[in-house]
T-cell receptor, first 114, second 108 residues
Framework: DVKVTQSSRYLVKRTGEKVFLECVQD?????MFWYRQDPGLGLRLIYF???????EKGDIPEGYSVSREKKERFSLILESASTNQTSMYLC?????????????FGDGTRLSIL | SQQGEEDPQALSIQEGENATMNCSYK?????LQWYRQNSGRGLVHLIL?????REKHSGRLRVTLDTSKKSSSLLITASRAADTASYFC????????FGQGTELSVKP
């Protein structure tokens, strides 16, 4: 089974801090994704990556950056955390394949910015 | 909006009953996927149906797709308390876009 591991289930940080959320997958997937999930807004794509050192903006990239130095690891960075970034953050990975492939999710990080 | 719209938003049934959730969308798609999310956890992929398929089964799950009506349904037969979760459809044209989800509660 594919395993996507997010480094923290719960995280509390202060406004203005630089925050790192880490995600590791063990299935050699090319594609990795970061979403945030908020009540009433569903899942929104922040950034994604199709390969090492590649990154693409999703729908809501403002205030975030990402890093993918190794294939298995995709990091989400909040450059200067703000209270409106309090949310559930979900990482996912997906294999590249014809006909569509499912995304495999980690358990999420519930981030609170005080 | 490109995202799938799910109906109902919430559904409460008794164990043993069937649960049906619907998803409608507006754009053309390559495939449509269904996911489950238990409270406080990540999403788990359930089933993927391609645009040229009309029906797929996986255990107690049955998914239909009607591309002429731009709609899909997920049927869970003989539901169990452990099926209590949120269920999301996700449409794939280019990106994968998730709906708002249906909260299913199965009472023992």
């Amino acid at each position: 089974d594919v395993k996507v591991t997010q480094s923290s289930r719960y995280l509390v940080k202060r406004t203005g801090e630089k925050v790192f959320l880490e995600c590791v997958q063990d299935m050699d997937h090319e594609n990795m994704f970061w979403y945030r999930q908020d009540p009433g807004l569903g899942l929104r794509l922040i950034y994604f990556s199709y390969d090492v050192k590649m990154k693409e903006k999703g729908d809501i990239p403002e205030g975030y950056s990402v890093s993918r130095e190794k294939k298995e690891r995709f990091s989400l960075i909040l450059e200067s955390a703000s209270t409106n970034q309090t949310s559930m953050y979900l990482c996912a990975s997906r294999n590249t394949g014809g006909g569509g492939q499912p995304q495999h999710f980690g358990d999420g990080t519930r981030l609170s910015i005080l | 909006s490109q995202q799938g719209e799910e109906d109902p938003q919430a559904l409460s049934i008794q164990e043993g009953e069937n649960a049906t959730m619907n998803c409608s969308y507006k754009t053309s798609i390559n495939n449509l996927q269904w996911y489950r999310q238990n409270s406080g956890r990540g999403l788990v992929h359930l089933i993927l149906i391609r645009s040229n398929e009309r029906e797929k089964h996986s255990g107690r799950l049955r998914v239909t797709l009607d591309t002429s009506k731009k709609s899909s349904s997920l049927l869970i037969t003989a539901s169990r308390a452990a099926d209590t979760a949120s269920y999301f459809c996700a449409i794939q044209g280019g990106k994968l876009i998730f709906g708002q989800g249906t909260e299913l509660s199965v009472k023992p």
